[in-house]
């Protein structure tokens, strides 16, 4: 069917740093259920990706060779889930991301939609819920003489369900928790994440309406409300506080403006939203799904770092032409956990088209990220994108007809598309359109990484250039650089002594306002929303960190999120120069060594399944007036565990001999689950065995000193002053490869040496 598609010599995979390559290996590649690779090269996957997609057409053959070229050289960048499993013959879902359906507040409803979430997330989707809708803490249940929980409790089932899908061996579980900022049990929320290990698998946001918005700036009485009954009124400004605190100090929650969200809505007259997907760019109704893809702006600047740079408009807007209609057709290729979820989706054919290598496109055309004139550029491309797509859309639509909710008047009379360009909403007055809304921008860490590093989103760049360890199958380790897409191309042209120009700026060398203030350019020209972190330094004060959210909501920007480095959350932007080499791994000479005496507490653990009790044994080391763990040990009389036994407390001892940062192993141990089920121990439920050593070294760590337990959150708290925790300069130390590099980009972990990200 593609006959004609060039069969290139050299891989576009051969061109691209190393990382790439790897990353695609190990995301993006499709194998068989041995590990023998099907992809044998990048082309291969975009051949299957384009092969996938011109199946939706009446012409395929006539649409093979243009999907396949808007794919090659990473031009335009389908979402992970589209370039995985497109064309796999696996059981997968191609859409990103669900909201899932309202919860009603009665125990059936919340565990019928747990096992939907279920469901969904057991085929890839990261979901969404909105928690409003759940009776407060301490509220009367009708019939059965009780009171209610409350919503933080049906999260932390949910919580339970993400870590035992992921442990099944499907992807990693995202899923957002939203809640109305007038609910009776906010601040609890605003808190819950202040509790370790509480609600890992969950971003939350907080849904601000533009009341309390108006409340916080006049300092009023702001009352909280459940079925029409207040249940305690707060200063709107105190409120405010406890949410900025905490992510002051915590990076959570996030600000969601709802009411701004649903005003901008094409589709305000037929639907409702109160949550979003993970990362927040996709605010979807319920059962609402993100379908997600990137134009690679990088690749369309032309004469990079001349006098006469620019970005082909012409190709932008044939590409993106291109990418409506590969997008359109995924949506009836693609599998749906739920058929509540398909439904809605073909009701409305939502898509979210957006960019990458934004900073990176700037950079190139000679333009500083932040500055006014960045701002006005990156708008300006933002609103070509969009006149293509509606514009395409409407094309469509008089192809293959408009979504079945399209409602003429009421569509045309949506902000959003009174916006638009006279004769695209001509088209849109005499066609209809395909595509009820069109764009968003997405994180896009991974598959950014993928298409030769190119700056992620509309994030700036984190670091110009850093080495990584690469461990070798000889078990050796080589170090190698990985640079940004911009700065490589530069030193092409200019040779790699030429002094970088001034406008070659980092995350590091940006205010706060410069990040609302790109957010806010792009987003006029966004029909949905933008998954962006404004990342701050830790000086910050907290009068200048409460500004941010207030910039963000003048501006226009339809939510916020930020992220402050600290002993807590870890150093994410700590770095020292454009170049950057994270520590070497110690060598054995580098490790803490044990003296002939040490202080430590043996524990008794009686596990209900085994006839013996067990005795863990925890010995510390002081270090700078701290105690801190050295070496743990495991007995007992049952030897039915003790090779795993004897291996788990070896490398636990290892890492704890290295330093640093070890608070995070009795939380890795504590989301261990048995697949035979756990035990309930002292009145709690314990997942596993290995799960209940970690329960024991967190309490040993805590009774100690060197972990403390963070207490609730209430406004005049303040940021523990020693966590025990700490970070390499490149950030937190990624779970998957063990190095410190996890960066916080458009709202999502994402190491920067694996491309692991918390996200996917």
């Known amino acids: 069917m593609d006959m004609n598609i060039e069969t290139r010599i050299e891989s576009a995979a051969d061109r691209v740093a190393p990382i790439s390559r790897q990353i695609w290996d190990a995301k993006y590649r499709l194998k068989a259920p041995d590990g023998t690779p099907i992809d044998q090269a990048i082309e291969d996957t975009w051949r299957r990706v384009a092969r996938a997609l011109v199946a939706a057409e009446a012409e395929p053959s006539q649409w093979t060779q243009p999907f396949y070229e808007a794919l090659r050289d990473f031009r335009f960048l389908p979402a992970g889930r589209i370039l995985s499993g497109a064309g796999s013959d696996r059981r997968v879902t191609l859409f990103n991301c669900f909201v899932m359906g309202d919860i009603a507040d009665d125990l059936g409803s919340i565990f019928e939609h747990l096992r939907e979430a279920a469901l969904t997330m057991q085929q890839g989707g990261g979901i969404g819920y909105d928690f409003s809708s759940l009776r407060p803490k301490g509220a009367p249940v009708r019939g059965v003489g009780a009171d209610a929980s409350g919503p933080l409790s049906f999260m932390d089932v949910w919580d339970s369900m993400c870590r035992t899908i992921m442990s099944a061996g499907a992807r990693r579980g995202a899923m957002m928790a939203t809640m109305r900022c007038d609910h009776p049990d906010i601040e609890d929320f605003v808190a819950a994440k202040r ?47 406890s949410i900025t605190r905490a992510t002051y ?24 939203i109160r949550s979003t997907n993970p990362c927040g760019e996709q605010p979807l109704p319920p059962y609402g799904a993100c379908l997600l893809g990137s134009i690679n702006l990088a690749r369309l600047v032309r004469g990079p770092f001349t006098p006469e740079s620019h970005l082909d408009a012409a190709e932008l807007a044939d590409l993106v032409a291109v990418a409506i209609r590969m997008m ?51 708008g300006e491309w933002a609103r070509q994108i969009s006149r293509a797509a509606y514009r395409t859309s409407a094309l469509l639509a008089q192809e293959k007809g408009a979504f079945p909710l399209f409602d003429r008047d009421a569509y045309l009379a949506s902000e959003t598309v009174h916006e638009l360009d006279e004769d695209v909403r001509d088209l849109i007055a005499e066609h209809g359109i395909r595509n009820a809304l069109l764009t968003s921008v997405a994180p896009t860490g991974t598959i950014s990484l993928v298409a030769d590093n190119v700056s992620s989103g509309i994030e700036p760049v984190f670091a110009l250039a850093y080495t990584r ?91 916020c999120t930020t992220y402050r480095p600290n002993s807590i959350t870890g150093s994410v932007l700590e770095v020292t120069s454009a170049e950057l080499s994270p520590p070497a791994a110690p060598g054995a000479s580098d490790l803490m060594r044990r003296a002939d005496k040490l202080t430590g507490a043996t524990y008794k653990l009686r596990w209900p399944d085994s006839e013996h009790a067990m005795y863990v044994t925890i010995n510390d080391i002081e270090q700078d007036g701290v105690r801190r763990p050295f070496e743990i040990f495991v007995n007992s009389k049952n030897l039915e565990h003790y090779a795993w036994v004897v291996a788990l407390t070896r490398m636990i001892s290892a890492v704890f001999r290295r330093g640093g940062e070890v608070a995070f192993v009795a939380e890795e141990l504590k989301q261990v689950f048995d697949p035979r089920g756990g035990q309930w121990m002292n009145a709690r439920y314990v997942p596993s065995l290995v799960a209940a050593i970690g329960d024991i ?12 337990k963070p207490e609730p959150l209430d406004a005049a708290s303040q940021p523990e002053a020693n966590t025990g925790r700490t970070s390499g300069p490149l950030g937190p130390v990624c779970p998957r490869c063990s190095q410190p590099g996890l960066v916080k980009e458009a709202g999502c972990l994402t190491c920067i040496h694996c491309g692991w990200s918390r996200c996917s």
């Not at 058929?339 to 073909?346: G, M």
């Open 249 to 272: 100090d915590y990076a959570e929650p996030g600000v969601i403006f709802i009411d701004r969200i649903n005003a901008r809505n094409n589709l305000a007259y037929c639907e409702d």
């Open 697 to 708: 070294l967190e309490r040993h760590m805590v009774e100690t000193g060197f972990l403390v």
């Open 328 to 378: 359109d057709n995924t949506i009836d290729m693609s599998g749906f956990p739920l058929e509540a979820q398909r439904q809605e989706a073909l009701a409305k054919r939502r898509i979210g088209l957006g960019v990458t290598g934004l900073a990176d496109a700037l950079m190139m055309v000679g333009l500083r990220y932040g500055s006014v004139e960045a701002a006005e550029r990156a």
């Open 195 to 241: 509790q370790a290990g509480r609600l890992r698998n969950f971003n939350v946001s907080v849904l601000a309406t533009d009341p309390f918005m108006a409340a916080v700036q006049a300092d009023a009485d702001w009352p909280l409300v459940f079925g029409g009954k207040t249940y305690k009124t707060v200063r709107a400004r105190a409120l405010f506080d």
């Open 469 to 559: 360890k690469v461990l070798q199958p000889d078990g050796s380790k080589i170090e190698e650089e990985v640079s940004d897409y911009a700065l490589r191309r530069f030193r092409a042209i200019h040779g790699d002594t030429a002094v970088l120009p001034a406008h070659f700026v980092t995350a590091q060398d940006l205010t706060p306002a410069e990040h609302v203030r790109m957010q806010a350019a792009v987003q006029r020209y966004v029909d949905s929303a933008i998954s962006k972190t404004v990342n701050v330094p830790e000086a910050i004060s907290f009068e200048a960190f409460q500004e941010v959210y207030l910039d963000a909501y003048r501006s226009g920007c339809k939510g």
